[in-house]
């Protein structure tokens, strides 16, 4: 699986937008880009994820470079809710069957500030 | 709909000792995983199981056995416990089956295992 570099940490003010970065110059074209994340004391939860277009759900947006070496994660209004650790997760899409499990690396700590 | 649950949620051990972490989904998912968490680092596999009636060993698995009881429960045991084994153990599953070609991995709460 392609490795992923992310900054260690970063602050946003509540209600700003939060733009999380992540590196994966390595990523192979079968590869997707995946986020979770993880609030203080509890277990990770998915975010978005996506191959090369952007994506949007509820929680988030996903934008990936056209040469899809990077990509952001955004959240458009963040809250002191959103104060989590944040997983930028690269690897190829589950197959049907497949089990392969995801890699955490060492994430980026947000903290949105009051 | 409870998800994952794992118990217990919190267990202090002396070296030496053995317990068995228990966790169980609600979900139906065929696929099973234990993971480790130490403090300021991201997670860490240790076993994990396709499906009922399978385990395979992940990126950590010396000092851990793991049973598929049946589809809703993976168990994790220590035998023998180490300092070494401090650590904070997330249950996750996953459906595998069929056309399921994207899902996501749900986890559980964790346990926080303290061995002195």
């Known amino acids: 699986d392609a490795k992923t570099t992310q900054p260690p940490s970063m602050d946003c003010a509540e209600g700003r937008a939060a733009n999380l970065p992540c590196n994966h110059s390595t990523i192979s074209g079968n590869e997707y880009v995946y986020w979770y994340r993880q609030i203080h004391s509890q277990g990770p939860q998915y975010i978005i994820h996506g191959l090369k277009n952007n994506e949007t759900n509820e929680m988030a947006s996903l934008i990936i470079t056209e040469d899809r070496k990077s990509s952001t994660l955004i959240l458009p209004h963040a809250t002191l809710r959103d104060t989590a650790v944040y997983y930028c997760?690269?690897?190829?899409?589950?197959?049907?069957?497949?089990?392969?499990?995801?890699?955490f690396g060492s994430g980026t700590q947000l903290t949105v500030l009051p | 709909n409870a998800g994952v649950t794992q118990t217990p949620k919190f267990q202090v051990l002396k070296t030496g000792q053995s317990m068995t972490l228990q966790c169980a989904q609600d979900m139906n998912h065929n696929s099973m995983y234990w993971y480790r968490q130490d403090p300021g680092m991201g997670l860490r596999l240790i076993y994990y199981?396709?499906?009922?009636?399978?385990?395979d060993k992940g990126e950590v698995p010396n000092g851990y056995n793991v049973s598929r009881l049946n589809k809703r429960e993976f168990s994790l045991r220590l035998e023998s416990a180490a300092p070494s084994q401090t650590s904070v153990y997330f249950c996750?599953?996953?459906?595998?089956?069929?056309?399921?070609?994207?899902?996501?991995?749900?986890f559980g709460p964790g346990t926080r295992l303290t061995v002195t």
């Open positions: 199981s396709a499906s009922e009636g399978t385990t």
């Open positions: 996750a599953s996953r459906e595998t089956s069929g056309r399921a070609v994207f899902s996501e991995q749900y």
């Open positions: 997760i690269v690897r190829p899409f589950f197959s049907s069957g497949s089990a392969r499990q995801l890699t």
